[in-house]
C-alpha cells in the first residue's frame, strides 16, 4: 500500500488555539473519514489564569431526621500556583496564602443554614487571577492546586466535613474538553452528603 500526504505549515499567534482536520483518500476514489485532532492553546509569555469556582452540586443527602436533608453553613474554594523549571522542581510559590487552605477563591458561611437535596445547586461564579512566568521557569511543569470545603451543620451530634484538592499541571489546567469549554469537577464526600465541585480554569488572551 501506499500513503502520501501533503503538509503545511500555519503560524498561530500566543493566545491563540488551533484544530486540524484530516482526510484519508483512497486510490480507488474513495474518501476516508475526517478525523478531528484535539485542540490546543499555544500559551502566551507569563500567562494569566483565570480561575473560577462555578457550583456546588448535592448529589447526595442522608442526613438524621426522616427527610435526610443535609443543613450545609459553608462552603469554600481556594488555590495555590507554583513556577517550576522542571518535574523535579518542587516549585516557587506564586500566590500569598491568606488561609491554611491556599488564597481564597469563595468562601460562604452563615449563623444559620441553607437545607440540600439533590440535584440542589450553589451558584457561586466568583474568580480570581494568577499570573505565572514562564520566561524564568517552564510552563509546562507549571503546578495549580484547587482545594475546596463543605461543612453540615448537626445541633445534635457531630458537624459533618469535607476537604478534597486536585492538581493540575501546565496544560492540564484549562478546563477544555474536546475543544470545549468543561469545567474541572470533584467531589466533597462524608457519610451524609457528596457534593460535586466545578471549577473553570481559563488563560486570559492579551
Same mark, same amino acid.
Given at each position: 500500500?501506499?500513503?502520501?500526504?501533503?503538509?503545511?505549515?500555519? +503560524?498561530?499567534?500566543?493566545?491563540? +488555539?488551533?484544530?486540524?482536520?484530516?482526510?484519508?483518500?483512497?486510490?480507488?476514489?474513495?474518501s476516508g473519514v475526517w478525523?478531528?485532532?484535539?485542540?490546543?492553546?499555544?500559551?502566551?509569555?507569563?500567562?494569566?489564569?483565570?480561575?473560577?469556582?462555578?457550583?456546588?452540586?448535592?448529589? *447526595?443527602?442522608?442526613?438524621?431526621?426522616?427527610?435526610?436533608?443535609?443543613?450545609?453553613?459553608?462552603?469554600?474554594?481556594?488555590?495555590?500556583?507554583?513556577?517550576?523549571? %522542571?518535574?523535579? %522542581?518542587?516549585?516557587?510559590?506564586?500566590?500569598?496564602?491568606?488561609?491554611?487552605?491556599?488564597?481564597?477563591?469563595?468562601?460562604?458561611?452563615?449563623?444559620?443554614?441553607?437545607?440540600?437535596?439533590?440535584?440542589?445547586?450553589?451558584?457561586?461564579?466568583?474568580?480570581?487571577?494568577?499570573?505565572? %512566568?514562564?520566561?524564568?521557569?517552564?510552563?509546562?511543569?507549571?503546578?495549580?492546586?484547587?482545594?475546596?470545603? +463543605?461543612?453540615?451543620?448537626?445541633?445534635?451530634?457531630?458537624?459533618?466535613?469535607?476537604?478534597?484538592?486536585?492538581?493540575?499541571?501546565?496544560?492540564? *489546567?484549562?478546563?477544555?474538553?474536546?475543544?470545549?469549554?468543561?469545567?474541572?469537577?470533584f467531589l466533597l464526600t462524608?457519610?451524609?452528603?457528596?457534593?460535586?465541585?466545578?471549577?473553570?480554569?481559563q488563560p486570559i488572551v492579551?
Amino acid at each position: 500500500s501506499t500513503i502520501s500526504a501533503t503538509s503545511s505549515t500555519l +503560524t498561530i499567534a500566543e493566545g491563540g +488555539t488551533w484544530h486540524v482536520r484530516v482526510q484519508a483518500v483512497s486510490p480507488y476514489g474513495s474518501s476516508g473519514v475526517w478525523s478531528d485532532s484535539d485542540s490546543a492553546f499555544v500559551v502566551p509569555a507569563n500567562p494569566t489564569v483565570l480561575v473560577t469556582a462555578i457550583r456546588f452540586v448535592c448529589e *447526595m443527602a442522608d442526613d438524621e431526621g426522616t427527610d435526610n436533608t443535609v443543613d450545609i453553613d459553608r462552603f469554600g474554594v481556594w488555590f495555590n500556583a507554583w513556577n517550576r523549571l %522542571d518535574a523535579d %522542581d518542587p516549585g516557587t510559590q506564586i500566590n500569598t496564602p491568606d488561609s491554611g487552605n491556599g488564597t481564597t477563591v469563595y468562601w460562604f458561611a452563615t449563623p444559620g443554614e441553607e437545607p440540600f437535596d439533590p440535584p440542589r445547586a450553589w451558584e457561586v461564579n466568583q474568580s480570581v487571577q494568577v499570573a505565572f %512566568d514562564s520566561e524564568s521557569y517552564d510552563f509546562n511543569f507549571a503546578k495549580l492546586q484547587l482545594t475546596a470545603y +463543605t461543612r453540615d451543620y448537626d445541633t445534635t451530634s457531630s458537624d459533618e466535613e469535607a476537604t478534597a484538592s486536585i492538581e493540575l499541571v501546565g496544560s492540564d *489546567m484549562w478546563s477544555w474538553a474536546a475543544g470545549q469549554a468543561s469545567p474541572h469537577t470533584f467531589l466533597l464526600t462524608s457519610a451524609d452528603f457528596r457534593f460535586r465541585v466545578e471549577i473553570s480554569v481559563q488563560p486570559i488572551v492579551p
